[in-house]
């Protein structure tokens, strides 16, 4: 057994210019084999542009590209698209509009016809889309287009594939399974993927690793649970999950001082300096209520968000957003006392 | 192999869109060869009159092309009345109708001998000779430009129609809840927002009526066209051909680059939605809406059309003759192979654009584009110095290696020809074919491209299949416009060569029309293709 994992894609300092501007900088990843690897970013953050470069859709102006072992893409040289071998599912599906889906997934395979066919029928039925053949793309519902997208990707045999948004045409109530059975095809297949989204929810139910990326840069890189946890950046805090945004100052390296809320415990060391000062970030869910007339803080508003209360307080003029379960009544104008559950503090610099 | 790097594509549309400049660039080099003689003649004697004549042209045709076109648009886009549906295409059939034919006809109708004099006379029992009563005289710069606007307002309006409609409702009820009139609302919203296309039309109509030859000559109307034609057909002198047409080419652009410095930083860019409740016309306005669409129809189309008819019944034995088959069959040949090539070549610069987003990929599509604001007169002149030149040194080349020059053996054939009209048209394909491949989602290609399909096979078997209308509409409209072309093919046809226009030009200017009228009949309903075509996409989706 080789005592490293495999990697089956690897990116270094890639930066990508469209005329003067910088759209890509410096980037690096890796993909391990079989892993489903996500980029999220917010659009404009440079998520497609790596997608495209990797596809050998569009020249580099600095940095590598490699499949394996193999370099595709430096400077001088670039392995062009059609020679790479590498998968790629769009947004709007691109499936060839004047062709059956037959024909689409057999666009690609370079078998005789009748083989290719055959070929083609075993992935109409990977996709759970046995006996649509002769049917044209726009006959079939958005969901179904994007699962024959998939098999015409993977006709090809791709040791990688690329996904541009793939779910975000297709209906809510669907997305769920077509994640679930996409994710078990590439697994079965042994395909390394690199999934491009702004939606996290899409990000954690799909990938085995998210890779943040903010202003052509990846800023940090791991599982969602420790991106949630940990993020390292603010913007990256903001899109793992909503919270609220407190000027604090450090005590020491498990205790904070904020002026509405008092003094914070971390359950992990947050490495700031004592005595200086920060901003802290503490999600909805990371603080509790209870009624309390002699509490500091006042209920001016609650909506319910489907699974539970969102309700704004005032403290000190200050507003503060807390989860509240169902089951607890507060209603606007009670007067409330707030506490911070315990969790690892998330700070960053400056106020 | 570099798909991402396409330098064949590039540097094959490159060398191609050099071809097709390579006439503006060989009359802008002769036109700055020495003076000839005749040039410094002209000068002296008649160019200030043909000038003043032309600016005056111009000039006429423009305002009787927006008196026209902008009122048609602006019923038709915002109000409702009667038959609005049908005149809404009905407006546009004079296209079809070629300048110099309703010149004739209308020459014909409102000579002393004609039949509006005679009924006039008959009516008031008058027996007078010729000059002793007043009655209008066509045959001048305003009856010219006349002619012109009554065929080449549609341009005008149809493009002013679109900007009006486009415009949707949103900005002009904003206006109207500011407290302006309809009128007042009309001049400061609506107007300045469709200013940009009109001038397009307007380039465009000027671009026209500078380049005819026909219309005016029939007239005797001398302007710097006239100066054009008898520089070289009467001279022989290209040198002073060269130099009148660049003057004619610079006016153009001068008005060109005229509009864009004033326009300077507005934008103009504004798409809506939102439908605009269209004014309901009141009966007698409606009546007079109606009035006016059916006069512009009536004296652009119906009454031309109904007189080419009686001719071509009267004169039927004379009419239809074998030599009309074989021009027929020449020109439609002629016209096929211009439209096939030029919409090969719009391919070419178009999929360029879209292999490559560099700014160099872009120029070749651009130059093409400007081809169409060139009056064909200027162009064949171009063509002309072109192939001259190029034949010369290949003569001279030839003679210095002690072999047999070979002559004229461009200038004069029918690729002269061809090369013309591929040089003239490319705009109109280029803007076929571009919308075409606008219809198709880039993802598609980069689909097609990581399943291992090169660009030549992507082309061939995504877009090509996707685009078969365009492709067909591209080589119908060039096909047509060839088939319609004058002025170009005046010059430019070889000796004892016809086509279908320059055919019936003949007869007109030999004042027999009507021995013609078959010839005129199919050059109508050959215009009459596009136009049909132009009313099926053009159709409000109601």
């Known amino acids: 057994m080789n005592e490293f994992p495999e990697i089956a894609l690897s990116v270094d300092e890639l930066s990508v210019f469209y005329g003067d501007n910088k759209v890509l900088e410096q980037l690096s990843l890796k993909v391990l084999a079989n892993e489903i690897l996500c980029l999220l970013g917010q659009s404009g953050s440079g998520k497609t542009t790596v997608l495209k470069a990797v596809a050998g859709l569009l020249p580099l102006q600095y940095g590598t590209i490699s499949i394996g072992e193999e370099i595709i893409s430096s400077v001088d040289t670039v392995l062009a698209a059609d020679k790479r071998g590498i998968g790629i599912i769009f947004q709007d599906y691109a499936l060839f509009p004047h062709m059956t889906v037959l024909e689409n997934i057999c666009y690609g395979i370079k078998e005789p016809k009748q083989q290719a066919e055959l070929s083609a029928k075993s992935l109409l039925e990977l996709v759970k889309m046995a006996g649509y053949d002769g049917s044209y793309p726009h006959e079939l519902s958005g969901g179904q287009q994007q699962r024959i997208a998939i098999a015409r990707a993977l006709a090809i045999e791709p040791k990688i594939l690329l996904l541009d948004e793939p779910f975000s045409n297709v209906d809510h109530n669907l997305r769920q399974q077509l994640m679930a059975d996409i994710r078990q095809i590439l697994k079965a297949r042994n395909v390394a993927a690199i999934f491009v989204t702004h939606n996290k929810a899409e990000a954690f139910a799909f990938a085995d690793k998210l890779a943040f990326m903010e202003g052509g840069k990846i800023v940090q890189t791991g599982t969602a649970e420790f991106l949630y946890l940990h993020p390292c950046s603010a913007a990256l805090a903001e899109s793992m999950g909503q919270g609220n945004w407190l000027d604090v100052q450090v005590l020491d390296q498990r205790r904070i001082m904020s002026n509405i809320l008092g003094e914070i415990l971390s359950t992990k060391q947050h490495g700031f300096e004592k005595g200086q000062k920060c901003r802290q970030f503490i999600r909805f869910n990371q603080l509790a209520i209870s009624g309390d007339d002699t509490g500091s803080a006042k209920v001016i508003d609650s909506v319910f968000n489907g699974e539970n209360y969102l309700c704004t307080l005032t403290i000190n003029k200050t507003i503060l957003v807390v989860n509240l379960a169902l089951a607890q009544k507060i209603s606007v104008g009670d007067t409330v006392s707030v506490t911070v559950l315990p969790h690892a503090a998330i700070l960053f610099d400056g106020q | ?542």
């Open chain 2, 1 to 542: 192999m570099q798909t991402t790097n396409p330098r064949a594509w590039l540097s094959l549309s490159w060398i191609v869109s050099l071809f097709l400049v390579v006439p503006i660039i060989a009359l802008l080099l002769q036109s700055f060869g020495s003076d000839t003689d005749l040039f410094v003649h002209l000068w002296n004697t008649v160019l200030t009159d043909y000038v003043i004549n032309t600016v005056q042209l111009v000039f006429l045709v423009l305002l009787f092309s927006t008196i026209f076109a902008l009122p048609s648009a602006w019923l038709i886009a915002m109000c409702d009345f009667k038959w609005r549906q049908q005149f809404q295409w009905l407006l546009m059939l004079p296209l079809a109708m070629p300048a110099y034919v309703i010149a004739y006809i209308y020459t014909d109708l409102l000579d002393f001998s004609g039949p509006v004099q005679r009924s006039l006379r008959s009516v008031f029992q008058a027996n007078t000779a010729m000059g002793e009563y007043w009655f209008f005289e066509i045959r001048n710069v305003y009856g010219a430009a006349l002619m012109l606007a009554l065929v080449l307002y549609p341009y005008l309006y149809l493009i002013a129609r679109t900007s009006f409609l486009e415009q949707g409702a949103s900005l002009f009820q904003v206006s109207r809840t500011l407290g302006l009139s309809p009128w007042q609302s009309f001049k400061k919203v609506s107007l300045p927002l469709c200013r940009p296309a009109i001038v397009v039309g307007l380039i465009f109509i000027g671009a026209e009526a500078l380049g005819d030859f026909a219309t005016v000559h029939y007239f005797a109307v001398n302007t710097l066209t006239t100066a054009v034609y008898d520089s070289w057909l009467g001279h022989g002198s290209l040198s002073a051909a060269a130099k009148i047409s660049m003057f004619m080419l610079l006016s153009v652009v001068g008005l060109l680059a005229i509009e864009r410095w004033q326009r300077g930083r507005q934008r103009f860019y504004q798409k809506s939605t939102a439908k605009m409740t269209k004014f309901k016309l009141n009966k007698r306005q409606s009546l007079a809406a109606v009035a006016w669409c059916l006069m512009l129809i009536m004296a652009g189309f119906i009454v031309p059309v109904m007189i080419l008819v009686d001719y071509a019944i009267n004169y039927f034995a004379v009419g239809w003759q074998d030599v009309l088959w074989q021009v027929l069959l020449q020109s439609v040949w002629l016209a096929l192979v211009a439209a096939v090539i030029t919409t090969i070549i719009a391919v070419l610069f178009v999929y360029t654009t879209r292999l490559s987003a560099r700014p160099s990929a872009h120029v070749p599509l651009k130059i093409s584009m400007m081809s169409y604001i060139i009056p064909s007169t200027v162009l064949a002149i171009g063509v002309l110095i072109s192939m001259t030149l190029f034949e010369t040194s290949v003569n001279e080349w030839l003679v210095s290696l002690g072999y047999q020059p070979p002559g004229l053996f461009l200038s004069g054939t029918i690729f002269a020809l061809i090369f013309a009209f591929v040089v003239r048209f490319q705009a109109v394909a280029n803007g076929v074919i571009e919308s075409s491949f606008l219809n198709i989602s880039p993802s598609l290609d980069m689909a097609s491209k990581t399943l291992g399909k090169s660009n030549v096979q992507t082309l061939f078997s995504i877009h090509m299949p996707l685009m078969k209308k365009g492709l067909f509409t591209a080589v119908l409209l060039v096909f047509i416009e060839c088939m319609k072309e004058l002025p170009a093919a005046l010059l430019l046809r070889p000796f004892n060569f016809d086509t279908l226009a320059t055919y019936v030009y003949q007869f007109v200017s030999d004042e027999h029309l009507e021995h013609a009228a078959v010839a005129a009949i199919l050059i109508v309903l050959a215009g009459l293709i596009p136009v049909i075509r132009l009313t099926q996409t053009g159709k409000s989706p109601q």
